[in-house]
């Protein structure tokens, strides 16, 4: 899986367990259950699942009866904990090292990379505002104002 896509796949593998009122291992939901609803690979979860316990926001157990829940409320996970615990990528990338001997080449980097920590910052900042129980709410105040894009609407 993608760099760019761990985070909305952890975001709504915690959200579904959120929904799911999984909030210990008698209600654990089994990989291939969040799997079907993202949807992807179990392979795919158990990754995403296997950081977001590493990062202390689930627990998961392996087998039969094994599958993950959370440990925290979903109104106390922010997202930007979310990406910093599945290692995404909220920055838009990296500039190329650039030419030696063009002044072009040697300058624009820096100032690229300058405007990448800026986004990023933004970025984090923003996700810093919105927890998973908004992603579950029709209408929540951290989202108010954001239209979603064309291609998102289906």
Not at 65 to 71: D, P, T
Not at 73 to 96: F, T, Y
Request: charged share 15%; net charge positive; proline share 8%.
């Amino acid at each position: 899986m993608s760099d760019s896509q761990r985070f909305p796949v952890a975001a709504h593998a915690l959200a579904y367990l959120a929904h799911k009122g999984a909030y210990g291992p008698a209600q654990a939901v089994p990989s291939a259950i969040l799997a079907a609803s993202v949807p992807t690979n179990p392979v795919v979860i158990r990754r995403v699942t296997g950081l977001l316990a590493r990062a202390g926001l689930i627990e998961t157990r392996s087998g039969a009866s094994g599958g993950a829940w959370l440990l925290r409320r979903p109104d106390s996970i922010r997202l930007d904990e979310v990406l910093k615990a599945v290692n995404g990528c909220a920055h838009l990338g990296s500039p190329p090292a650039g030419a030696k001997g063009c002044p072009v080449g040697e300058h624009i980097p820096r100032q690229v990379a300058r405007a990448l920590v800026a986004a990023d910052r933004a970025a984090g900042e923003a996700l810093s505002r919105i927890t998973i129980a908004d992603l579950l709410a029709e209408n929540p105040p951290s989202l108010a104002g954001f239209a979603l894009p064309v291609a998102a609407v289906k």
